[in-house]
């Protein structure tokens, strides 16, 4: 069968026979580095290597440590080849230069075999290299054969020994090496490095999204690469919103509601908004990632809206999450348990009488007296001055317009952090002097319209211009997924909470008071 011409001169194909069609190459192992020079972000051990070789300084055993897909495999062939002076391509294997998976030849019997080959010559190198891929997963027994063969190697042999979980080796194994640190790649280097593929293999790609990919990517080049791979499929150009998909990412707005719930909400809030997103399709574990993140920049910045160690004990909690067996119950347990306790103290705080509280009780009580039996207190109304009124400086206030929101948003941050919060979260509009506040979720337009957050509200606006003629709060209109979830939860009524709750518990009898 005569082979057919390649569709795409810009990319690698291999042939299949069987099938009669041409399979790409993945981006990774096609742009995989096949000299030092070529190798990004690791220039503390290249140039050390490189020195080495220079001098003819080379160790019988090395040993290269750290994450998954920053190099460690392809700078071992490299030396390997290096060592040798033998061309080094990826398609080509060499006798003398052997890799081993310690995950699939673990036993001490394929131990035994090699220690017993290792004194056979090369076949035509000058040396036989031993590259042992991920030899942490070596049994004890194994790593007792295979530290005989490292106090006393022959002189023709090398060892390159790779592993992602240094801490499993034995020290004795350690002390024998030259050991090589690999680190994580720093996401400037690994952005600039994948918008060289993107023009090499002629991928149009937003900066943004090359930024969500190295960040997700979390130091591993091969990651990085596989994940640009992946989205090269996508139409067109590639934008930010593609890969947040792809990589199921959460929107941002999801994430500071579940955070404004917990500084300030109620239990049914947040099973309401965990169950939604999780409706939408965002794994636990990603939402679990999401949180930390957000509530780590947040005591960084120290604009955190729940006490610090609070935040410090609900991060440890949500690195459990991923990993969980149940990772959806889980996180509704471990976010109500951080939105209860949040709201013990404050609860604590209201209740315990202050000598203030305690005076304006006895007040109200004198008060009370005075008032005839049977007549309730007349509820006194929130008066809110709008006449013009004058400034330090004696000049008269404009008109409320959008150029002064910025500064009421400021001012509210420093009194109140939650109501801030909510308050970002909405999207100001004017027309005439209505000021409109659209919000995407039914929360914040409730938290908002509550009597002592507009007090503060209107207060903070007339310290820098009138007040609008009236503030509206809207939601905006919500995908039908998310409609019919509200619609049925709002028809369950006040039972909701103990469904859910039942659901994540197990069944229970409900006992009334």
Request: aromatic share 6%.
């Amino acid at each position: 069968m005569s082979r057919p011409p390649k569709a795409d001169n810009s990319k690698v194909y291999y042939w299949a026979g069987v099938t009669g069609v041409y399979v790409s190459q993945a981006l990774y192992r096609k742009y995989r580095s096949k000299s030092l020079d070529e190798v990004v972000g690791q220039e503390h051990i290249t140039t050390t290597l490189k020195n080495a070789l220079k001098s003819g300084k080379i160790s019988h055993a090395y040993l290269f440590t750290g994450p998954r897909g920053v190099g460690k495999t392809s700078i071992a062939r490299i030396l390997a080849h290096e060592v040798n002076q033998l061309p080094y391509e990826d398609e080509t294997t060499h006798l003398d230069i052997i890799e081993i998976d310690a995950a699939s030849n673990r036993r001490i019997d394929e131990i035994r075999d090699l220690r017993d080959k290792v004194h056979i010559t090369p076949t035509s190198a000058k040396y036989k290299v031993y590259i042992i891929d991920e030899v942490h997963m070596l049994t004890k027994e194994a790593f007792n054969a295979l530290l005989k063969t490292l106090e006393e190697p022959p002189s023709h042999v090398i060892f390159i020994l790779a592993t992602t979980e240094a801490h499993k080796l034995p020290e004795t194994i350690i002390s024998r090496t030259q050991r090589f640190t690999f680190k994580p790649i720093e996401t400037t280097q690994m952005i600039a490095h994948l918008k060289k593929l993107a023009k090499a293999e002629a991928i149009d790609v937003e900066d943004e999204a090359l930024t969500l990919i190295a960040e997700h990517s979390e130091g591993s080049f091969r990651d990085s690469i596989s994940l640009l791979d992946q989205a090269s499929n996508f139409d067109k150009i590639i934008r930010f919103e593609d890969v947040q998909r792809m990589l199921g990412i959460a929107p941002q707005a999801g994430i500071d509601t579940i955070i404004s719930i917990l500084a300030s909400g109620t239990p049914k809030q947040l099973l309401e908004q965990v169950g939604t997103m999780r409706e939408q399709g965002f794994q636990a574990g990603q939402l679990a990632k999401q949180l930390g993140q957000a509530f780590r920049q947040q005591l960084v910045n120290d604009t955190n809206q729940m006490d610090k160690q609070a935040v410090t004990k609900l991060l440890k909690r949500l690195l459990d999450i991923p990993a969980s067996t149940h990772p959806d119950q889980l996180l509704e347990i471990v976010l109500l348990d951080a939105l209860l306790n949040n709201q013990a103290p404050l609860t604590a705080q209201h209740t315990t009488p202050t000598a203030e509280t305690q005076t304006s009780v006895a007040v109200d009580s004198s008060n009370t007296k005075k008032q005839k039996p049977g007549k309730p207190l007349a509820a006194q109304p929130v008066i809110v001055d709008t006449k013009p009124a004058k400034l330090a400086t004696g000049t008269i206030k404009k008109p409320f317009s959008l150029e002064v929101w910025p500064n009421v948003l400021a001012s509210i941050k420093t009194k109140h952090n939650t109501l801030y919060s909510v308050l970002r979260m909405g999207k100001p509009s004017l027309a005439g002097q209505t000021l409109t506040l659209t919000f995407a979720f039914g929360f914040h337009q409730k938290r908002v319209n509550e009597p002592k957050n507009r007090q503060l509200l209107n207060a903070t606006i007339q310290q820098y211009s009138l007040l609008p003629s009236e503030i509206v709060c809207l939601v905006k209109e919500q995908p039908p997924m998310v409609k019919t979830q509200a619609a049925v939860i709002q028809s369950a009524g006040q039972t909701a909470d103990i469904e859910t709750i039942s659901n994540i518990f197990g069944g229970a009898e409900l006992l009334e008071s």
